[in-house]
């Protein structure tokens, strides 16, 4: 575990770096806009000395003092495809956040999606011979979590300690300063395709900025998406995007699993493109003004002028009715929601004390996807918008928004940030590879 937790600590040391000067930026590299918030930070010391834990943990320290977002380009299906066109991208979205902020920004904190993110759950114990836990006991039983064979060409994203155990008393939080004989960890790893973290280490770098950390969108949307009681006792956030959907589960405000489905809202525009015979433009315009996943009776009267682009209005005119519309976007919008709980089964949602599903991206705001999700999944659903934070502008309190304002409560608090524990200089002797156990099958 150590090189994870060195690479991860200098990201952090970065981060650190940047709230002490006052302002950092936060950056959501989507497949269909690019969004940046400039932060300032003014509770520096509240941050650092704050002994809490959990993703809502330091939340009052920041406030939005600029917001910009623009049409994503060069990016598809949540990963960099083309460098100039997104470095043009970023470059264009800071720049408007800069100047709405009157201040210049060095420091940059992303997030993106793609990439084919994997979870693996770990586990470890340690024996303490009656000792209190203290944070050298931490360390070593987070060093002796022996790392499943991830391949070749991937990177480990996130590595989080989401359960401890004493004993027989399992499910504590922070288990420091209390005595036992055992303690034992349970750890989630999410790891994603490296040269999709190095395309856009690489980006960030073009554009004059230093990375002062980088999430997975699935987890930063749960984090905003959600509510606390949602976190706590178990729900999966399902972030509707252009190029993907992502799909991630919290239980005990710890994500536990993450996943993403290469499919999203512009594939829906892509569908109505070709069905329709019109252009893009034209088809995400009437998809958002008109469109839906439920058809009445009222559709077949209702008709929508769809227009060309020849500049001709005689030549041009053209109408469809809504319940045609509705009929081309339905097949994919139930596709991409099949493909949700394909995911959702693998990873034993089903065993969760409860099944809450909140549905938050662009993507989400189709009128009737909340019922037609609560069908194909099966559970209990609702649309989420994100945390209000503090100096938010209206403009971007959205679904659409769920992940950049998710990242910026990440980067006032990141949630292994207490769990930095100088590691010892002796490892432990290698074990026998564990296999991803679905743990909290058995915990809770």
């Known amino acids: 575990m150590t090189d994870i937790y060195q690479s991860q600590r200098a990201m952090r040391q ?27 930070f003014d509770g520096i010391g509240r941050l650092s000395d704050d002994n809490s834990i959990g993703s809502m943990a330091g939340q009052a320290g920041f406030r939005v003092i600029g917001a910009a977002t ?9 990963e960099i495809t083309a460098m100039q066109e997104t470095e043009r991208a970023i470059r264009t979205a800071l720049q408007q956040a800069q100047k709405m902020a009157e201040i210049r920004v060095d420091h940059v904190i992303a997030c993106f999606s793609g990439a084919n993110p994997r979870s693996y759950g770990l586990d470890a114990q340690v024996d303490l011979e009656g000792q209190m836990v203290t944070e050298a006991e931490i360390g070593r039983v987070l060093n002796a979590c022996e790392l499943p064979d991830y391949g070749a060409g991937r990177e480990v994203l996130h590595a989080q300690p989401v359960n401890f155990a004493l004993d ?37 770098q073009r554009c004059d900025l230093e990375l002062a950390g980088i999430a ?45 489905v290469r499919m999203g809202g512009d594939h829906v ?18 998809k958002t003004m008109n469109g839906g996943v439920h058809a009445t009776g009222a559709d077949d009267r209702d008709f929508i002028d769809i227009g060309g682009d020849t500049g001709d209005w005689e030549h041009d005119r053209r109408t469809v009715s809504r319940a045609e519309l509705i009929g081309i976007m339905r097949p994919r919008v139930e596709e991409i929601l099949e493909e949700v709980r394909t995911r959702l089964d693998a990873a034993g949602f089903d065993h969760m004390p409860t099944q809450q599903i909140v549905l938050t991206g662009g993507a989400s705001q189709i009128p009737g996807l909340d019922g037609m999700a609560s069908r194909i999944l099966g559970q209990r659903v609702r649309l989420g918008r994100p945390l209000r934070v503090h100096g938010l502008p ?20 990141p949630q292994d940030e207490w769990w930095d524990f100088e590691l010892p200089v002796d490892t432990y002797p290698a074990r026998s590879l564990r296999r991803a156990v679905r743990w909290f099958k058995d915990n809770w």
């Open 269 to 286: 525009t892509s569908d109505i493109s070709m069905g329709l015979g019109i252009s893009t433009a034209v088809a995400e315009r009437i």
């Open 394 to 413: 209206q403009s971007v309190t959205g679904p659409g928004f769920s992940s950049v304002v998710g990242l910026s409560l990440f980067a006032a608090h």
């Open 168 to 204: 027989n008393r399992s499910g504590l939080i922070d288990p420091r300063g209390q005595l036992g004989q055992t303690l034992a960890v349970d750890m989630h790893m999410l790891t994603v395709d490296a040269v999709a973290i190095q395309n856009l280490v690489h980006c960030v």
């Open 14 to 40: 970065m981060r650190r770096q940047a709230i002490q000067r006052g302002v950092v930026a936060i950056l959501d590299v989507g497949s269909s806009k690019i969004s940046c918030l400039v932060l300032r």
């Open 216 to 260: 997975n969108s699935a987890y930063v949307s749960g984090i905003s998406a959600l509510v606390e009681d949602e976190q706590e006792l178990g729900a999966a956030c399902i972030d509707m995007g252009g190029g993907t959907t992502s799909v991630s589960i919290f239980i005990k405000k710890h994500m536990i699993y993450a996943d993403c």
């Open 70 to 78: 623009t049409r994503s380009r060069g990016v598809q299906f949540g």
